[in-house]
């Protein structure tokens, strides 16, 4: 379930090496959150920032979007989890770096482009000072492929504010705990990866039908629901309807939890005819306090849009340009990303599970031993939180993919020993 080797890179040096990913860290810790932990351990005295995929990421196994980021949060001085999803934790672990170690500082801005099991430190003095949106463009252009998924900061984390956010594409995601102002204290505008490899399963036959049949549990359970909408049934979206133009899901999903909404020409035209950008709400608790105040769905798109593009977290933004019109509050988002806007602390998501181990990403709940395991096998928590998570069937789907024997019991523990 895992190709190629554990990446450290020291950007003092620009240095990377690898190391292989022996099979008693993955007998003992699985993957995810869980074998970050180890690494962050390891590396604790460089202050690293690790970015780990989960062992079903990237596979067959409905939800397997998950990639964790674990590190020093600079806004509780914890050490914190953050949910990255869409493409960007199967293109990581397929490219043959399931695990990235980082450390030190980088002389010159720069971004590290991960593809073929090859690591490469480049200079990014052409994006740095541009938007997360332009940098993410410029770096699918350089290396020539459309299907790279980035990780980037915008001018926020460029002045190392702890209200920066690190985006994931051209989307306000789960860095919620100041991830964006770490990658900028490296001076590391971005991490930029494309997998061409493959997984290999010990037996194909039984994961296939484990994965079926958890397929088949999810679907009665979701019962058709897609869209922002569903992820928090009962939350107030205003007139989201008017601007909704299609729900996307991540890499692996059944669960279209985030819609696509157009806001610079007709939420009806085909996606075949799309010009104008738009937004991906993806950040629910972003979108809701952006809208607070009587703010109509559309103009808070439009703002979540601007938070995207400056890499600043929309929650502890959005306090600031509370009752003020869309022009003005434009600007006033632009000049708290240029320097002098602090948070106070990790935004507070009613209904999230161990605000103090993980980035509060799900706002719709689920038992902490199932959010735990989730980061553990790179199963994103929000659909964990929809349609839950038998233990007793991961400890079969981890038999059958890699030939570990795993009691349920033995991955609550798991589960629980990484709940700090
Ligand atoms: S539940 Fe939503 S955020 Fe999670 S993987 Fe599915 S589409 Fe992505």
């Known amino acids: 379930m895992y190709t190629g080797s554990i990446l450290v890179v020291d950007l003092s040096t620009g240095e990377a090496s ?7 860290l993955v007998d003992s810790r699985l993957g995810g959150a869980a074998v970050n932990l180890s690494l962050y351990e390891e590396f604790k005295d460089k202050d690293p920032v690790v970015i780990g995929s989960g062992l079903f990421t990237g596979s067959m196994v ?3 979007a998950l990639c964790v980021v674990t590190a020093r949060s600079p806004l509780n001085g914890k050490v914190m989890h953050s949910p990255l999803v869409n493409y960007l934790g199967a293109e990581l672990k397929l490219a043959g770096f399931p695990f990235v170690v980082l450390h030190g500082r980088s002389e010159a801005p720069s971004y590290l482009w991960l593809h073929d099991e090859i690591a490469d430190v480049l200079p990014a003095q052409a994006i740095w000072g541009q938007d997360t949106w332009k940098a ?3 770096i699918r252009e350089e290396q020539g492929e459309e299907r790279i998924q980035v990780l980037s900061i915008g001018r926020a984390g460029e002045n190392r504010l702890s209200s920066a956010m690190a985006v994931v594409d051209y989307w306000s995601e789960g860095d919620k705990v100041g991830l964006g102002k770490r990658l900028g204290e490296m001076n590391l505008k971005a991490i930029a990866t494309r997998g061409m490899g493959e997984l290999e399963v010990d037996d194909p036959e039984r994961t296939l039908g484990l994965c079926r049949r958890a397929m088949g549990a999810a679907r009665s359970r979701l019962g058709g629901a897609k869209g922002v909408d569903s992820l928090l049934p009962g939350a107030d979206l205003g007139d989201l309807s008017t601007i909704r133009h299609r729900d996307i899901a991540c890499s692996g999903c059944p669960w279209p939890c985030r819609t696509f909404v157009k806001y610079n020409e007709p939420a009806t035209v085909l996606k075949e005819e799309l010009k104008e950008p738009g937004m991906l709400v993806a950040d629910l608790s972003g979108f809701l306090a952006l ?3 009587g703010r109509s769905a559309a103009d808070a798109a439009r703002l979540l849009e601007a938070c995207s593009r400056l890499g600043l977290e929309p929650m502890a933004a959005a306090a600031r340009v509370k009752g003020i019109d ?4 434009r600007s006033v988002l632009s000049s708290l990303a240029s320097g002098g806007f602090e948070a106070r602390g990790i935004p507070s998501v009613e209904g999230a599970t161990c605000p103090g181990t993980f980035s509060p990403f799900a706002p719709n709940g689920g038992e902490k031993e199932v959010i735990a395991l989730s980061y553990v096998l790179g199963i994103c928590p929000r ?3 929809k ?3 038998d233990f007793e069937l991961c400890a079969e789907l981890i038999e059958a ?6 009691g349920a019991n033995e991955l609550r523990d798991l589960a629980n020993s990484i709940i700090r």
């Open 326 to 329: 869309l022009e003005e509050s």
């Open 62 to 64: 409905p939800g397997c």
């Open 136 to 138: 993410v463009d410029y």
């Open 291 to 293: 809208m607070e105040g």
């Open 401 to 406: 993919t890699t030939g570990l024997e795993k």
């Open 383 to 385: 659909y964990s939180a």
């Open 387 to 389: 349609v839950g998570l």
């Open 18 to 24: 690898e190391r292989e990913l022996d099979d008693a």
